[in-house]
């Protein structure tokens, strides 16, 4: 059992022979043994701004502030009304969600299904109406920035250097946080669309074929999407075959990896790069055959 097991109690991250040849088997392989350099330029969030930059393939969300400076000395009066801060090595804490204008941030729940590690802070008080102080924020993301990220199997976000703050603008849609438009890409083509809702409210997920059509899953990890049978019903064909080229182009150099977009009014924003989805975590049967069946490499 590898130490963080115990704790993380990730009973699932094993060798499975007779699941060799299913996706999450495959991402547990790449976890001991892909170590290829791009993967930590696709999980360092500030690097991988640079990177989707290179490709012009997308816009990304404006860069207001990065710094590796500890103890964290965010520039506050500087600041918009709207902005999201994050490290860029770590992934679900230290993310704070900050609205100082007069209109609270829309379709945010007092028990929000995405946990508590992430903070929607409008005005100094969270989703649960508690005041969140400026100092708290930055002692927690100066501890942040001492430590590797918590998921020592993933080496690709244990070799991100230097860790440091960023401060993005907020991407908003009608008020709201923008819904999640993942791609899984694999060797170059888009294998599956992952539509996530409700990240702030109630979550639920449902998966697509790149041509819009929606893949049905015998035992889902999450509450299906009833009403979005098809993408069709969301995106124009152009859009996702738009959205489709944009995926394949920044996903081209690298075997696999799942990209995240955003839909802002028609324009798609870059969101981050997930070398090691769900920990690796086993998905619903449809997907375990359909990813080990597109994924080629052999560790």
């Keep these: ?137 930055a002692r927690k993301l100066s501890r942040l920035l001492k430590k590797r990220y918590a998921m020592e199997l993933e080496w690709a976000t244990q070799q991100i250097s230097p860790a440091g703050v960023m401060i993005e603008e907020m991407l908003t849609v009608d008020g709201a946080l923008p819904d999640d438009v993942k791609f899984h890409v694999f060797h170059g083509k888009v294998g599956w669309i992952q539509i996530d809702v409700g990240r702030f409210t109630e979550h639920r997920q449902s998966i697509y074929r790149s041509d819009g059509s929606i893949i049905e899953q015998s035992n889902p990890r999450f509450p299906g999407i009833t009403e979005l049978k098809h993408l069709h019903e969301r995106f124009s064909p152009e859009y996702i075959e738009e959205m489709v080229e944009v995926a394949e182009k920044l996903c081209e150099d690298v075997d696999y990896t799942r990209l995240d977009l955003f839909d802002i009014d028609g324009e798609l924003f870059f969101g981050e790069f997930t070398n090691y989805h769900n920990a690796a975590h086993p998905q619903s049967d449809e997907l375990e055959a359909l990813g080990g069946s597109l994924w080629k490499t052999e560790y």
């Excluded at 060798?15 to 040849?21: F, G, I, Q, R, T």
């Excluded at 230290?94 to 409008?122: C, Q, R």
Aim: aromatic letters at 12%; proline letters at 5%; hydrophobic letters at 30%.
């Design 1 to 137: 059992m590898w130490p963080f097991q115990k704790k993380e109690k990730l009973e699932w991250l094993k060798h499975d022979e007779s699941k060799k040849d299913q996706y999450s088997q495959k991402l547990f392989r790449r976890m001991l043994h892909d170590r290829n350099p791009l993967l930590v330029t696709l999980e360092d969030k500030y690097k991988a701004r640079e990177y989707v930059l290179s490709k012009g393939a997308c816009k990304v969300p404006e860069l207001l502030w990065w710094s590796t400076e500890r103890p964290v000395k965010i520039p506050w009066d500087e600041l918009p009304e709207k902005y999201v801060i994050k490290t860029n090595h770590w992934s679900g804490d230290g993310i704070y969600f900050i609205n100082n204008s007069n209109e609270p941030l829309k379709e945010v729940a007092t028990e929000m299904s995405i946990g508590e590690l992430y903070k929607i802070i409008d005005n100094g008080n969270d989703h649960r109406g508690k005041k969140v102080s400026k100092n708290w924020m």
